[in-house]
């Protein structure tokens, strides 16, 4: 296809297309589409970005609508294509009809027997596309406030194009809402849907999510709602929370979890109780080496005369002192950049009870992880009490 002109007798711009039937212009004649026998180009005036869609049925006609938007007709249905080569049903036809021309939502055609017709369709579905791809992004939210679209389609289209956070405002289902929030990266509405949701694997992922971002409360507040005991003893080694690793120090012990215990000691460097679960495991010839290593002459004696003579292991000649250094920050959340929230990260923030309106590093200056799950979802803190610290005394 060759973009000719007459009085200069020149090509002005030249296309490769298969096989082209009929050319429609648009009304200013800023686009133009190409039709042959099973598919559509459409192009700007100088035939640049030129966007191809296929069909597998003959296309019968095209006409482009005030907005920009190309409708056409196949044998079966009236579709349409975006500026961007995305297209879509509009509806589907009893008969074959041939469109002539498009006002508003009135599609005007004619059919084979020659008769002039007027068919309404819904134009929503493309409008809300076109004005997502234009970034009218006011447009959209007014289309979302009346609740003019829904369905499975619409979302898997905005997590297409990269639009999760658009998506939150059409799903009423957790889990989906949940998954939407974590590809988008709102960890407020991922909490939401989690606290709804409470399940393992929900919990898991918003963990994984929260401790991406560097919110170490969230992950502190997921790993207490899955009893991810060494997960938890870890993060609070990594953050310098050593008031906590001694709490979960406790915790292990109440639960019978040898391993747990000996993991959160070594982590706090507690010599003594290193030595203590030792000797309660009958581990005695490593009790007696770390007592007597690390200059415990009492509990070395002692632990000496429990063993057979010919079980006395030898001490190390050259031994380095094996204690984890002290913290100097003590955790918090990763310092972020303040930012203003955008339309749709502002509206699904709104979507909870009370969410908090701050920016995204907003949240880093709350203490605890019960204060930061409050502040996230709008409940009270002494819920969260209950559901995490509270439970300690559940180990099963």
């Known amino acids: ?210 401790l991406r971002q560097g919110n170490f409360q969230i992950v502190e507040f997921s790993y207490q709602k899955t009893k991810s005991w060494e997960r938890l003893s870890f993060l609070y080694l990594i953050t310098g929370n050593l008031d906590r690793l001694r709490k979960m120090l406790k915790i292990a012990e109440m639960r019978g979890d040898v391993m747990g215990r000996f993991h959160n000691a070594l982590f706090l460097g507690d010599v003594r109780e290193q030595v203590r679960i030792l000797e309660e495991s009958g581990q005695l010839p490593l009790a007696y080496v770390a007592a007597a290593t690390h200059g415990y002459e ?6 000496r005369e429990m063993l057979p003579e010919d079980s006395v292991p030898p001490l190390p000649q050259r031994s380095s002192l094996l204690l984890p250094p002290a913290p100097i920050l003590k955790g918090d959340n990763w310092p972020l950049l303040t930012i203003s929230k955008g339309f749709f990260e502002t509206l699904a923030a709104k979507g909870g009870a009370a969410a908090g309106t701050a920016g995204a590093g907003a949240a880093a200056a709350t203490a605890g992880a019960g204060a930061a799950a409050a502040a996230a979802t709008g409940i009270d803190e002494s819920e969260l009490e209950a559901a995490g610290w509270g439970d300690e005394l559940d180990l099963g």
């Open 1 to 210: 296809m060759m973009l000719f002109d007459v009085q200069q007798r020149i090509t002005l711009a030249e296309l490769s297309t298969p096989f082209i039937k009929y050319v429609v212009w648009n009304s200013d004649m800023s686009s133009v589409a190409l039709l042959s026998k099973h598919a559509i180009v459409i192009a700007d005036k100088k035939l640049g970005n030129a966007q191809t869609v296929h069909e597998t049925i003959r296309v019968k006609s095209a006409a482009w609508d005030e907005s920009g938007v190309l409708l056409y007709t196949t044998l079966n249905h009236i579709k349409y294509c975006l500026p961007n080569g995305d297209s879509g049903i509009v509806r589907t036809l009893d008969v074959p009809l041939y469109i002539t021309r498009v006002s508003g939502d009135t599609i005007h055609a004619l059919d084979r027997d020659g008769k002039a017709r007027a068919v309404q369709v819904n134009v929503t579905e493309y409008t809300f596309k076109l004005a997502l791809l234009q970034r009218k992004y006011e447009q959209v939210i007014a289309m979302i406030k009346s609740s003019a679209l829904c369905g499975s389609a619409i979302i898997a289209y905005l997590q297409a194009k990269g639009y999760p956070e658009v998506a939150l405002h059409f799903v009423a289902d957790e889990a989906t809402r949940f998954n939407l929030a974590l590809q988008c990266g709102n960890i407020e509405v991922a909490l939401q849907a989690a606290q709804a949701l409470d399940n393992k694997d929900t919990w898991y992922k918003l963990g994984v999510e929260a």
């Open 298 to 303: 009492e509990e070395a004696t002692r632990l």
